[in-house]
T-cell receptor, first 112, second 112 residues
Framework: QQQVKQSPQSLIVQKGGISIINCAYENTAFDYFPWYQQFPGKGPALLIAIRPDVSEKKEGRFTISFNKSAKQFSLHIMDSQPGDSATYFC???????????WGLGTSLAVNP | NAGVTQTPKFQVLKTGQSMTLQCAQD?????MSWYRQDPGMGLRLIHYSVGAGITDQGEVPNGYNVSRSTTEDFPLRLLSAAPSQTSVYFC???????????FGSGTRLTVV
């Protein structure tokens, strides 16, 4: 049973466009929602994260939007660049459990 | 500042052979974990540890052993390799009270 569902599986965006990746979760005990970015041949790296007490968090061109009632959160990449081409993972964690529950990932390609 | 170091980067094993994947971190992180990454399967937790002498199973522990004798090291042992263990393995660490994980660059293992 997958507790964090991520979509789409792959995404192609033109340079300068907006990339949007969505995640939905089931467990209402989750209270931390990170996004990780992974380049080929590298390990994932924390990109941006949000807690459910805010509806949006922005860091540069990257924004997380969070909808607690719908149990959904999304990553928006503004002015997408070829260097943003990577695999993006959403995740969730709750309570005293240190373990992250991961989405299956989205492969983003930004065409020049 | 080395972060999380994984060795080797690549390994080919024959079915039935044993080996140890090494993971070392120099950040004094209490929490360490092992993941495997397979196409379309995302990141799956194999084993984790919250400190020296303490280990626990993740979602896919069968065929793998771990131990944690020091804060710095968290080796992953394959006792009798099987083709189903062909994967990319990532080690990750964090402070117990922190949110983000630091990942190593991975070990690509092929079992023939």
């Amino acid at each position: 049973q997958q507790q964090v569902k991520q979509s789409p599986q792959s995404l192609i965006v033109q340079k300068g466009g907006i990339s949007i990746i969505n995640c939905a979760y089931e467990n209402t005990a989750f209270d931390y929602f990170p996004w990780y970015q992974q380049f080929p041949g590298k390990g994932p790296a924390l990109l941006i994260a949000i807690r459910p007490d805010v509806s949006e968090k922005k860091e540069g061109r990257f924004t997380i939007s969070f909808n607690k009632s719908a149990k959904q959160f999304s990553l928006h990449i503004m002015d997408s660049q070829p260097g943003d081409s990577a695999t993006y993972f959403c995740a969730a964690r709750g309570g005293n459990n240190r373990k992250l529950i991961w989405g299956l990932g989205t492969s983003l390609a930004v065409n020049p | 500042n080395a972060g999380v170091t994984q060795t080797p980067k690549f390994q080919v094993l024959k079915t039935g052979q044993s080996m140890t994947l090494q993971c070392a971190q120099d950040m004094n992180h209490e929490y360490m974990s092992w993941y495997r990454q397979d196409p379309g399967m995302g990141l799956r937790l194999i084993h984790y540890s919250v400190g020296a002498g303490i280990t626990d199973q993740g979602e896919v522990p069968n065929g793998y052993n771990v131990s944690r004798s020091t804060t710095e090291d968290f080796p992953l042992r394959l006792l009798s390799a099987a083709p189903s263990q062909t994967s990319v393995y990532f080690c990750a660490s964090s402070y117990v009270g922190a949110d983000g994980y630091t990942f190593g660059s991975g070990t690509r293992l092929t079992v023939v």
